[in-house]
């Protein structure tokens, strides 16, 4: 996140040529980089330490992403996969957190009760 905080002063005071000299490129890639992390990334860490969200908050972000592909499809692929990459944690375990979360529907709570009945080779993702 303080990568994020600095790249958004950087950005916001990028037409101080004598402090800032960036080039095109540079700019451009500032630019993508502060979209993203004010779009989509600042709320995602924001929920990060409430365990119960966890899984929800990483569906929801999945989500985002894809919609993402419209804004900047080459940022929107690079996060899914490393989001990808962390999703070794989900287990019915961890799953079960979205149970005592208040954002997921009774709907959704009784499809992860009816899931864990279902052996994990089984499920459709």
């Not at 905080?5 to 890639?29: D, M, N, P, V």
């Not at 957190?97 to 459709?124: C, W």
Request: charged residues 20%; contains cysteine.
């Amino acid at each position: 996140m303080a990568k994020l905080i600095y790249a958004i002063k950087i950005y916001l005071f990028r037409h101080q040529k004598e402090i800032f000299s960036l080039t095109a490129k540079e700019e451009s890639q500032l630019k993508r980089f502060v979209q993203f992390g004010a779009l989509l990334y600042t709320k995602t860490w924001i929920q990060a330490p409430c365990a119960a969200e966890a899984p929800g908050g990483d569906l929801l972000l999945w989500k985002n992403l894809e919609q993402y592909q419209s804004i900047d499809h080459d940022i929107s692929i690079a996060a899914q996969k490393i989001l990808q990459n962390h999703m070794w944690y989900l287990s019915d375990e961890t799953a079960s957190l979205a149970l005592f979360s208040d954002e997921v529907s009774p709907i959704e709570k009784q499809k992860i009760i009816t899931g864990f009945g279902i052996e994990p080779s089984e499920r459709h993702v």
